[in-house]
């Protein structure tokens, strides 16, 4: 099992920027693909990006490619979600979660999540 403890999040313009950092403890964090999901009030929960453990590869939903960036570090056991050019709608608790294997889009796929950080964007 992998503890996961994101930070970063906050209340911001649209345009601007926010970095997410989610730190990982327990189980060997290079092991683990690690994924960011969001979930807004009254929607289901949905996949914003995933990173596979060496971060030669990753993932982006539509919604948020070419404006968010996925990156980690092994050796912080930490990894990141750089978000510029925030919209309204990318308004949400935003949660960082861990899997074994290979990155998948699905939320319940991941075994284990932290507890969330809320991110606000103003119009």
């Known amino acids: 099992q992998v503890q996961l403890v994101e930070s970063g999040g906050g209340l911001v313009q649209a345009g601007a920027s926010l970095r997410l950092s989610c730190a990982a403890s327990g189980r060997t964090f290079s092991n683990y693909v690690m994924g960011w999901f969001r979930q807004a009030p009254g929607k289901q929960r949905e996949f914003v990006a995933g990173i596979r453990w060496s971060g030669a590869s990753t993932y982006y939903a539509d919604s948020v490619k070419g404006r968010f960036t996925i990156s980690r570090d092994n050796r912080k056991n930490t990894v990141y979600l750089q978000m510029n050019s925030l919209k309204p709608e990318d308004t949400a608790v935003y949660y960082c979660?861990?899997?074994?294997?290979?990155?998948?889009?699905?939320?319940?796929?991941?075994?284990?999540w932290g507890q969330g950080t809320q991110v606000t964007v103003s119009s």
């Open positions: 979660a861990a899997k074994l294997g290979n990155v998948r889009y699905v939320s319940v796929e991941y075994s284990d």
